[in-house]
T-cell receptor, first 112, second 114 residues
Framework: SQTIHQWPATLVQPVGSPLSLECTVE??????LYWYRQAAGRGLQLLFY??????ISSEVPQNLSASRPQDRQFILSSKKLLLSDSGFYLC???????????FGSGTQLSVL | GESVGLHLPTLSVQEGDNSIINCAYS??????FIWYKQESGKGPQFIID?????DKRQGQRVTVLLNKTVKHLSLQIAATQPGDSAVYFC?????????????FGAGTRLAVHP
């Protein structure tokens, strides 16, 4: 069966520090991969999606970037965190051409 | 632009009652709809989905109804249990092609009281 791993679960970082969140998927090949952000008590905002290795599309301009160095690995990064980067970050995957998303357990990021 | 919204931000129900969570969508070209349940501090979990060629789909204790005429989606939970307490999100797929884009609503919190 397919599983998605996302870490760390919680992270507290000072403003101006770098960020690296990692997500891996097991049990499937060529998945579509996604990064979402969720502000407290709000809905999910799509940040990035990827349909293949090295292929990244950004949905909103921001201080973050994403990379997909391997088929089942998706990384969310920042060179210098801002206070506004705080939030709950969710990685998700889907089968190609199928809409249903499967989410990871999320990372709660607090930028202080 | 396209949006998916919810009528009620918070819904309180008694244990054993049926719950109905509503959602409005604005993009008439959307052809796929999905409901997720999110417990505090966790990622959203898939509940049920429906395509636009259907108006009703049933799962275990859950039913999704789709009214394309008024662009309305609802999730019905039968015999609501304390474990159903969570935030529920609806999402639509505007059939953009190329990748599977889901547009999420703001969510409804369901509180189940004993």
């Amino acid at each position: 069966s397919q599983t998605i791993h996302q870490w760390p679960a919680t992270l507290v970082q000072p403003v101006g520090s770098p960020l690296s969140l990692e997500c891996t998927v097991e049990g499937t090949s060529n998945p579509n991969l996604y990064w979402y952000r969720q502000a407290a008590g709000r809905g999910l905002q799509l940040l990035f999606y990827s349909v293949g290795i090295g292929q990244i599309s950004s949905e909103v301009p921001q201080n973050l970037s994403a990379s997909r160095p391997q088929d089942r690995q998706f990384i969310l990064s920042s060179k210098k965190l801002l206070l506004s980067d705080s939030g709950f970050y969710l990685c998700a995957w889907s089968v190609r051409l199928v809409e249903k998303l499967f989410f990871g357990s999320g990372t709660q990021l607090s930028v202080l | 632009g396209e949006s998916v919204g919810l009528h009620l931000p918070t819904l309180s129900v008694q244990e054993g009652d049926n719950s109905i969570i509503n959602c409005a969508y604005s993009n008439s070209a959307s052809d796929y709809f999905i409901w997720y349940k999110q417990e505090s501090g966790k990622g959203p979990q898939f509940i049920i989905d429906i395509r636009s060629n259907m108006d009703k789909r049933q799962g275990q204790r859950v039913t999704v109804l789709l009214n394309k005429t008024v662009k309305h989606l609802s999730l019905q939970i039968a015999a609501t249990q304390p474990g159903d307490s969570a935030v529920y999100f609806c999402a639509e797929s505007p059939n953009s092609g190329g990748y599977n884009k889901l547009i999420f609503g703001a969510g409804t919190r369901l509180a189940v009281h004993p």
